[in-house]
């Protein structure tokens, strides 16, 4: 090849022409990079929006309700362990109760009056009526006369409770 032909070619364009693409490929590399970084940052920023946009319809919709509903539930515990402890008092003063009458009913038995006592008389057909698991109706018992230790007659009006007494 001659001279002429290389320099040709060389000012001709063709490698002037390669140099000026490569100057500019480099420059559009670097633009498309630039413009890349925008597009990721721009991509951050929604991700970003989206997460708080996701977090608050999260709480609006979700935590507040079951905040709420927690703090009932805790109120209703709350009300139930009062009432609790109110039916645990009455239930001890019932069984200080009955305990006061069967203690009664122990020592009437030992009574010089008993034989002829109406209390006693319908306790002990009472308790042979759930003993049996069924009522005597035959009227051949008699109920005795009712008499007290004083000579008048025996009534219920001395039987209280602790109930009645506070009263």
């Not at 008389?121 to 308790?127: G, I």
Request: charged content about 30%; some cysteine.
């Amino acid at each position: 090849m001659e001279f002429s032909v290389i320099l040709n070619y060389v000012l001709g364009g063709g490698l002037l022409a390669a140099m000026v693409g490569i100057v500019t490929l480099k420059a559009t590399i670097r633009k498309a990079e630039a413009e890349a970084d925008k597009a990721k940052a721009e991509a951050e920023t929604v991700r970003i929006d989206n997460a708080e946009h996701a977090t608050r319809i999260l709480m609006e919709n979700i935590v507040q309700p079951l905040k709420k509903e927690l703090n009932e539930t805790r109120e209703l515990l709350q009300e139930t362990r009062q009432e609790l402890e109110a039916t645990k008092k009455e239930l001890g003063s019932t069984k200080r109760e009955i305990a006061r009458f069967r203690k009664a009913y122990e020592s009437a038995n030992s009574c010089k009056h008993s034989d002829n006592c109406p209390v006693l008389y319908k306790l002990r057909s009472t308790k042979d009526e759930q003993g049996s698991g069924s009522r005597n109706n035959s009227g051949s018992k008699r109920q005795p006369t009712a008499r007290s230790a004083i000579g008048g007659t025996c009534d219920d009006t001395e039987v209280g409770s602790e109930l009645e007494s506070a009263d």
